[in-house]
């Protein structure tokens, strides 16, 4: 069976000694509350919490799988009462606000607890998950006595959310969306279609459950102008929040899938269910986005999770595991052969995965510190700039965090050779697992035309101008520090470089809008790594300086440092390559000559 230990000591060096966390929270209003004592002892119980009651159930729970039957799921042993521990600790109402029942403790904090429940457990993740988006959305754009009925339950965790989008006709694009909705006379809404691969749509769990539906006025508009949102309970709920009888909206069935499967990814059946309007009529995917935003970054930790799993049970068995000698001489003489750890692919693959996952943890922190400011700071001009970095961050860390753990998990598995292979050291469940983050809350293609074509082209790169500006600032700031010089030097450079390499991409796109789609995911992963540089030489920069950290583990962060910037980032030459390489040779070939 795999283990998982929160990796404690660098989820706070990320967020205290890269990202100046604590100072951050302290001059933000209601962030003072979250002073280290109480993070420290935060993280110290979510750490038990993931280690002792998640993570035994988490390969039981993939043999298991849901059950379904008569329209009803039956979630797998354990995965209720873990539930019913979780909401009487408090968890659901972590970062939720006070106004609802909340903790109001930042989402800094919520991302690392986050992170451990996901490499815990992360089907069984999957169930609370929506419940955050959902709260948000109804906070954001809910009526007062929308946010009084249902905010509550759900940030409590008695009641849990969904997020019902995908129709068997229409995934990525959200504008051919079929699902019907008919006003009534009391002013709610009678829902009919079919949404599928809904997560957590129907479970166990929790005494009802909050579907938020995608769906189409008599006279909306076609396309995605025409998309209004709306709250659709499994048991009715009257405006006094009294409970009544069963809607009608059933679960005809959960889908049979490669990985997660104690996850209940659920074909719902909406006859007439009643429903009513959150925000503005067709307006509804701006409300939507509020939820896809945040899910967005949660599915980047899903992916750093999986890394950080998979990285710490190869490495356990990198250096228990006797094969073959050193090439050059035995370096465990009393032994019939050397650890694996000695081999030098061996350790290429073990440290992928580690520069991958801690610097991955301060690019993911990163993006919970600038919501922490867009929810807070009372300065209008830093809310702006956190709000246009954010939007510029999240499709890099979606995509790339997920990506990255598909290399990792693959990594780790091919550590473990025919072991990996088998199920009982649970690697080919995290490669399974891994495999659905690239895929739902928007492909890695969709993060990548999100970042170039809208983030970066439409929006004029305000984000982007705001990133490079502060590698560059950090650059200047550092440029006479000689223990840095070996990390500045390149990330300065191809800073400049990306700025060039965008412009260039932004002039082949006006005479050829292929140049974009062309571009995307190169750039997506070009962008990704020099990011990733970035938190790599901050976090030298924060081991070298911190007073708490001994010498090890500040020489651990400079070798890795060292490997990413050596043997990760020239990955950046492949993509430049590829991107500049342009459209023709993908749009050359006419689609009958493919075979
Ligand atoms: C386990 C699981 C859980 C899910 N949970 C939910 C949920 O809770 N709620 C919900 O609403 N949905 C959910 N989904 C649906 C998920 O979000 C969709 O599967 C995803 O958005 C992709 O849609 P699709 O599968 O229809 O693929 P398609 O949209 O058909 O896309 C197929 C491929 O084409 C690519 N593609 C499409 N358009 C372009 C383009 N313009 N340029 C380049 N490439 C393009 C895509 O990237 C993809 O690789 C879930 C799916 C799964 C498998």
């Excluded at 109480?38 to 038990?48: H, S």
Aim: net charge negative; hydrophobic share 40%; glycine share 10%.
């Amino acid at each position: 069976m795999s283990k998982y230990a929160a990796p404690l000591t660098d989820m706070r060096f990320a967020l205290y000694d890269v990202l100046g966390a604590e100072a951050l929270w302290a001059r933000l209003p209601g962030g003072e509350a979250a002073s280290r004592d109480v993070v420290d002892a935060v993280l110290d119980e979510a750490a038990r919490f993931a280690e002792q009651v998640l993570a035994p159930l988490n390969q039981s729970g993939d043999q298991e799988g849901c059950h379904f039957a008569n329209g009803v799921v039956t979630t797998p042993k354990g995965f209720k009462e873990a539930y019913a521990q979780f909401c009487d600790g408090g968890w659901p109402a972590l970062n939720a606000s006070e106004e609802y029942g909340g903790q109001h403790v930042p989402e800094g904090v919520g991302a690392a607890v986050k992170e451990m429940l996901d490499s815990a457990n992360l089907s069984w993740a999957n169930f609370p998950l929506l419940s955050h988006g959902a709260s948000e959305a109804l906070r954001q754009h809910g009526e007062e006595w929308q946010r009084e009925v249902f905010l509550k339950p759900i940030v409590s965790g008695k009641w849990t959310g969904t997020m019902c989008l995908t129709e068997p006709h229409c995934g990525t694009d959200l504008g051919l969306l079929k699902t019907k909705a008919e006003p009534s006379a009391d002013g709610s809404y009678r829902i009919t279609g079919t949404k599928i691969f809904i997560t957590a749509g129907e479970h166990d769990m929790a005494g009802n459950i909050i579907h938020l539906v995608l769906a189409r006025l008599p006279d909306a508009p076609p396309g995605t102008k025409g998309i209004s949102l709306f709250i659709v309970p499994k048991f009715k709920v009257a405006r006094d929040g009294t409970v009544g009888e069963r809607n009608t909206l059933a679960c005809g069935s959960i889908e049979h899938k490669m990985g997660i499967k104690a996850s209940a990814t659920c074909v719902m059946n909406f006859d007439g269910a009643e429903g009513y309007l959150i925000g503005q009529p067709n307006k509804g995917l701006n409300a939507m986005f509020t939820m896809m935003n945040t899910a967005r970054i949660a599915v980047g930790y899903q992916g750093l999770a999986l890394t950080e799993r998979a990285y710490q049970n190869s490495l356990a068995y990198a250096r228990d595991r006797l094969q073959m000698r050193s090439l050059s001489g035995p370096k465990r003489p009393d032994k019939p052969a050397d650890p694996l750890i000695v081999h030098p692919d061996i350790r290429r693959m073990l440290l992928t995965q580690k520069a991958y996952a801690e610097g991955g943890r301060v690019l993911g922190y990163y993006a919970a510190l600038l919501v922490d400011t867009i929810e807070r700071s009372e300065d209008a001009a830093e809310r702006q700039r956190a709000d246009e970095l954010l939007g510029f961050i999240t499709p890099i860390v979606k995509a790339l965090l997920t990506e990255t753990a598909q290399e990792s998990t693959y990594c780790a598995l091919q550590i473990f050779g025919g072991h990996g292979y088998i199920a009982e050291w649970g690697m080919e469940q995290f490669q399974r697992d891994a495999r659905i983050t690239t895929i739902y809350e928007g492909t890695t293609q969709i993060q990548a035309l999100d970042l170039l074509g809208r983030k970066i082209m439409q929006l004029q790169g305000a984000g982007l101008r705001h990133f490079v500006e502060e590698i560059s600032a950090f650059c200047h700031a550092e440029q006479a520090n000689p223990e840095l010089i070996e990390f500045i030097k390149p990330l300065a450079e191809l800073t400049q470089e990306w700025i060039g390499l965008t412009q260039e991409i932004g002039r082949k796109a006006m005479a050829d809008a292929e140049e974009m789609g062309a571009a995307a995911v190169d750039y997506l992963f070009y962008a990704g790594h020099i990011a990733l540089a970035y938190f790599w030489a901050r976090s030298v920069a924060a081991a070298d300086a911190s007073a708490s950290h001994g010498a090890e583990f500040k020489q651990a962060k400079r070798l890795t440092a060292r490997f990413f910037y050596s043997r990760l980032l020239p990955r950046t030459r492949g993509h430049i390559a590829a991107i500049r390489a342009g459209a023709e040779s993908l749009m050359a070939m006419p689609d009958a000559l493919f075979g």
